[in-house]
């Protein structure tokens, strides 16, 4: 039952991705050129409404949606590793138009040469994780 609330929760996020243009290559180029305020409005309004829900649910304790408690991990501090992931993760989008939250969303909509770069976003977290302990 947890598996098909998650497909059917997957599911309408792609919807909203795709509805949004969120998924649109010629949104992520604009942004990429500076010249939308599109994709920057919806990057911010996530980040803002992550900052609230999060502390919510850490002032309240508020359960997952199954009754179990939900853990933030701490971060830890080292900066440098998040500029060389973030600007690789940032050098990835660019290049292939997406980020992995609307590839499998392009995907469902019929993009497929956005299945190579599902490929290779694959092999890549293989690689992290054969690496990620060195």
């Known amino acids: 039952m947890r598996r098909l609330i998650y497909l059917l929760i997957g599911v309408l ?6 509805k949004s243009e969120a ?3 010629f949104r ?12 920057y409005g ?3 309004s996530a980040v803002g409404l992550g900052i609230i829900v999060t502390y ?3 002032r309240f304790n508020i359960k997952s ?3 179990s408690e939900i853990i933030i991990a701490p971060k830890d501090k080292g900066f440098t590793r998040y ?10 989008w660019a290049l292939a138009g997406a980020c992995p939250g609307p590839m499998f969303a392009l995907a469902g909509a019929g993009f497929f ?16 994780g054969l690496l990620k302990d060195k």
């Open 23 to 25: 998924a649109s290559w």
């Open 113 to 128: 040469p956005i299945l190579l770069v599902i490929a290779a976003s694959i092999f890549g977290t293989y690689i992290y």
């Open 13 to 18: 996020f792609g919807i909203v991705l795709v």
């Open 65 to 67: 949606f199954f009754g």
């Open 56 to 58: 919510v649910i850490k």
């Open 42 to 44: 919806m990057i911010g």
């Open 83 to 92: 500029i060389v992931g973030g600007s690789i993760f940032g050098l990835g």
């Open 28 to 39: 992520i180029y604009e942004m990429f050129q500076f010249k939308s305020f599109h994709m």
